[in-house]
């Protein structure tokens, strides 16, 4: 019930196409949604985060899709850049901050 | 500092031998996260520390592994008797309090056992 399943495990899009990256949670007590992006040798790097109480949130290119019912959330990356290839992570927390993270999405943009 | 420092960022031992590992958070930040990143694989939670409250030990995976905080500053994360299945890279985070906060990262320590 802590899990947090995320798919695909990679992804290859063109350039100036759309990455969707999906997750799934099965704990209702879950409030805070970030996503990460994460390049080779680096620490992890917030996106863009959603709370439950929320169906969408946009910054810049990049945009979370939040479905309570369906428990389940989605980044979608707008005009997708060579420089956005990274892996990505959704993770999920409950009150008192720490993350459950999904496994990863590889991302590949093509140019 | 700017942001979260952790060192060192490569550590190489022998298995059984003993680890320390050291994250600085960003000043002003009263919560702190220790993960850990097997390779091509999702973060895993270790241990939180909020403040003065009781850190939050839950993610740690044996009484090998301990980790330390003093005050709202330094934190160090022990591994005890290495095994093979300790290598990782080790990641830290520090957020200003512990809830629906951004989490920001270090680099990690990648700790590699022979």
């Known amino acids: 019930q802590q899990q947090v399943k995320q798919s695909p495990q990679s992804l290859i899009v063109q350039k100036g196409g759309i990455s969707i990256i999906n997750c799934a949670y099965e704990n209702t007590a879950f409030d805070y949604f970030p996503w990460y992006q994460q390049f080779p040798g680096k620490g992890p790097a917030l996106l863009i985060a959603i709370r439950p109480d929320v169906s969408e949130k946009k910054e810049g290119r990049f945009t979370i899709s939040f479905n309570k019912s369906a428990k389940q959330f989605s980044l979608h990356i707008m005009d997708s850049q060579p420089g956005d290839s990274a892996t990505y992570f959704c993770?999920?927390?409950?009150?008192?901050?720490?993350?459950?993270f999904g496994q990863g999405t590889e991302l590949s943009v093509k140019p | 500092g700017a942001g979260v420092s952790q060192s060192p960022s490569n550590k190489v031992t022998e298995k059984g031998k003993d680890v320390e590992l050291r994250c600085d958070p960003i000043?002003?930040?009263?919560?702190l996260y220790w993960y850990r990143q097997r390779l091509g694989q999702g973060l895993e939670f270790l241990i939180y520390f909020q403040g003065n409250s009781a850190p939050d030990k839950s993610g740690l995976p044996s009484d090998r592994f301990s980790a330390e905080r003093t005050g709202e500053s330094v934190s160090t994360l022990t591994i005890q008797r290495t095994q093979q299945e300790d290598s990782a890279v080790y990641l830290c985070?520090?957020?200003?309090?512990?809830?629906?906060?951004?989490?920001?990262f270090g680099d990690g320590t990648r700790l590699s056992i022979l």
């Open positions: 985070a520090s957020s200003r309090t512990g809830i629906r906060q951004p989490q920001h």
């Open positions: 993770a999920a927390s409950l009150q008192g901050g720490k993350l459950i």
């Open positions: 000043s002003g930040h009263t919560a």
